[in-house]
T-cell receptor, first 113, second 112 residues
């Protein structure tokens, strides 16, 4: 087990709705990155949070937003859901001090209907 | 052109076979390189980091050629349990640390 937990594990939403996904990082890790993985594709970087600040963003529209809390847990919010947002959403925690691997949570599978 | 490109396969090999995966990356500023393994409907897990000098972990050997911007993974004596998707991953490093760029993955199926 990586110590990175995500909730919920599965979610079904209707187009146009909003969704919040949650991630608890591994103990000692202050950086959380979010990825979207569509079926048959590799994960794509959405954004990263370091010490409660956004620290870089991939090619995703502003309706994808996030937060990081003082305990380094994080949320991913998606507004105005589209059918193409259906994917596995992964969070990864890592430490900025030294070169360490990124540990992934089990993911949240979002289906937009 | 994608930043990280892999042959998606699928690769179908018998137990005991040797199989090689290749990957190319486009950003010469990339500093860290990895192979991740992803089982069906699970999260990616680090298989091994890749170094310029090449590195080996049991049946797995990874190589990096910075001049050609090419990464490889060799699996010897394949086991049924090696069946998975193998993801080539690149990190630009510096302030980009932790922002991983993934290839689309290569599917491997090892059969009896």
């Amino acid at each position: 087990e990586t110590g990175v937990t995500q909730s919920p594990t599965h979610l079904i939403k209707t187009r146009g709705q909003q969704v919040t996904l949650r991630c608890s990082s591994q103990s000692g890790h202050n950086t959380v990155s979010w990825y979207q993985q569509a079926l048959g594709q590799g994960p794509q970087f959405i954004f990263q949070y370091y010490r409660e600040e956004e620290n870089g963003r991939g090619n995703f529209p502003p309706r994808f937003s996030g937060l990081q809390f003082p305990n380094y847990s994080s949320e991913l919010n998606v507004n105005a859901l589209e059918l193409d947002d259906s994917a596995l959403y992964l969070c990864a925690s890592s430490s900025k001090t030294g070169v360490t691997e990124a540990f992934f949570g089990q993911g949240t599978r979002l289906t937009v209907v | 052109r994608k930043e990280v490109e892999q042959d998606p396969g699928p690769f179908n090999v018998p137990e005991g076979a040797t199989v090689a995966f290749n990957c190319t990356y486009s950003n010469s500023a990339s500093q860290s390189f990895f192979w991740y393994r992803q089982d069906c409907r699970k999260e990616p897990k680090l298989l091994m980091s890749v170094y310029s000098s090449g590195n080996e972990d049991g049946r797995f050997t990874a190589q990096l050629n910075r001049a050609s911007q090419y990464i490889s993974l060799l699996i010897r004596d394949s086991k049924l349990s090696d069946s998975a998707t193998y993801l080539c991953v690149v990190n630009k490093g510096g302030t980009s640390y932790g922002k991983l760029t993934f290839g689309q993955g290569t599917i491997l199926t090892v059969h009896p």
